[in-house]
């Protein structure tokens, strides 16, 4: 009998970043067993101070793209002369997601700052500690949404490049006021099947404190 450990180590390394995906719309109920994991994810104080975008528009989704794309140029643009082949390659995967029948956008809000509200923030050098909180805690719903598409067949990937025009992707989906895109997590049947990137050496990742 196969243990839940070795069924999860299998999803977590078969999993892979998927850019390209097939010309096939997901099923609602597909959708919303990917954001039922998202769901059950830890988060600080169990506030959940994160909601999910879900972007299912052809014209909405082409419409991001675009103001991505025009941001990725301006960009190349401002770049070295002898730089400027290299970036416009590098930001061209930006909008790798255009592709995909859905997008998620995972938004998150800074939460009560407990050490900044005692004084501590000088002392302890914690910066914006609510901030830190809302993050993680948008993080740990992102992977476990990638785990859930890799278990269900569908292709994903965790895109934080498009951000480059956080403005306004936020005005193209009405992000409300005081929250923040943390990423874009494309979503579709996958059309490519890429090998699996090297990995560290597990001691090359850890240090044991004795």
């Given at each position: 009998m196969t243990s839940?450990?070795?069924?999860?180590?299998?999803?977590?390394?078969?999993?892979?970043?998927?850019?390209?995906?097939?010309?096939?719309?997901?099923?609602?109920?597909?959708?919303e067993q990917i954001l039922e994991a998202a769901r059950w994810a830890p988060s600080a104080g169990n506030r959940q101070a994160y909601r999910l975008l879900i972007v299912r528009s052809r014209e909405k989704i082409a419409a991001m793209a675009g103001v991505v794309r025009r941001a990725a140029q301006r960009i190349a643009e401002g770049a070295r002369?002898?730089?400027a082949e290299e970036a416009a390659s590098y930001l061209a995967n930006f909008h790798h997601f255009e592709g995909a029948p859905v997008v998620v956008a995972p938004i998150y809000r800074s939460g009560f700052d407990l050490r900044?509200?005692?004084?501590?923030?000088?002392?302890?050098?914690?910066g914006d500690n609510g901030g830190l909180d809302a993050l993680s805690s948008v993080a740990a719903a992102i992977m476990s949404m990638l785990l859930a598409a890799q278990a269900l067949g569908v292709g994903a990937c965790w895109m934080t490049g498009p951000l480059i025009a956080r403005r306004e992707l936020g005005e193209l989906l009405e992000v409300p006021r005081g929250w923040e895109i943390a990423a874009l997590v494309p979503l579709g049947r996958p059309a490519e099947a890429p090998p699996a990137p090297p990995r560290r050496a597990l001691g090359q990742l850890v240090r044991w404190i004795e």
């Open positions: 839940s450990y070795e069924t999860l180590m299998s999803i977590v390394r078969e999993r892979r970043s998927v850019r390209r995906w097939r010309d096939e719309e997901l099923p609602d109920a597909l959708i002369a002898e730089l900044r509200a005692l004084g501590g923030e000088e002392e302890q050098g914690t």
